[in-house]
């Protein structure tokens, strides 16, 4: 059972010759470490070593009176989990490696057991959930996801109050699918919307479809289950062995296109197409594809208008400038796609006090071929 996890991971650090060891999940919004262990409290992600260890994931030893303290980073694939807490009165090669595999194992655990249950759910949220931010995020998938050659990355806010934002991807053999999208409205309504648009693209990309297809999918089942509803949004597919990207934006802010860290004026804009929904309420029209070649190390950002249309206090918006900067500048500065993204999405808290009005998703993915 998941909550037996603590006594468990305890017997293994025993066994492996150290003293304790304890697992730190992050929280929903990537600010807090709490521990699987009620008898303790949460660390901060920001300002401590188990947040450097989260952040960079790198290991961080720490000495203690009794000891040290090994900070080692819970990984599940690409996606960042938390952090495990190894102690032992001394350090060496093999007790490293011993810390490395138990994490490991522990990461692969918590991510198998997290699908059903909900004392491992709850036990990451800082907040009660809004009724229609729990149905939109049961078809989430993980925040970051990747290979060798890609990865993607996204958050979203408010965490725990969603409206019909969303975001989507996946790794199919060499094709990176990504997709982010925007329902009408801030209710039950609109994660309908988005949740039957995510179903439908993952329906038809499960089946085989090709993009134009997929979309397609994604228009008669709206049409068909919420004739009322319509929902924005960019469906992109990259081919990770030759950097040719595919996408079609359906009435959606254009991506933006990242490359030797400036952003590529109108690279990824095209002529606007429909809302997803809207087409068989009008005429039946067939979706342009738009086509580019990335080059190694370019990054795309999908995004929806409640990032750059959050106000400050004070009326400011936040604003596209500010927002591609903030990414170029965290790049420079060498910080990995998804610590970029949390740093972003708290800017953005932080620009409008914690109070968004619309909700605000980012999904960035970066290609880095590998040398032949």
Known sequence: MPVELSALVERCAAVLGMHTALIYLVDLQQRL???LDERYGPLPVDGSSAGWAYRTMSLRVADEEAGVIVWVPLVDGAERLGVLAVRSATLDGPRLRRSRILADLLAMAITSKRTYSDWLVARTRMAPMQLHAEMLRAFLPPRTIGNSECVSTAVLEPAYELGGDAFDHSVVKNILHTAIFDAMGHNLASGLTTSVALAGARNA????????ELVDTVDQALAQWLPEQFCTGVLCELDVTTGALRWINCGHPPPLLLRNERVIDHALVKPPQPPMGLPLQLAPISRDVHETALEPGDRVLLYT?????????????FGLERFTDFIIRSTASGQRPAEVLRLLIHAILDHQRNDLRD??????????????
Not at 205 to 212: F, I, M, N
Not at 305 to 316: F, I, M, P, Q
């Open 33 to 35: 470490l709490i521990p």
């Open 205 to 212: 990309r499960r089946s085989g479809a090709d993009l134009p």
């Open 305 to 317: 208008d409640g990032v750059t249309e959050a106000r400050s206090e004070g009326g400011t918006e």
């Open 359 to 372: 909700d605000a998703t980012i999904l960035l993915f970066e290609w880095r071929p590998q040398q032949r």
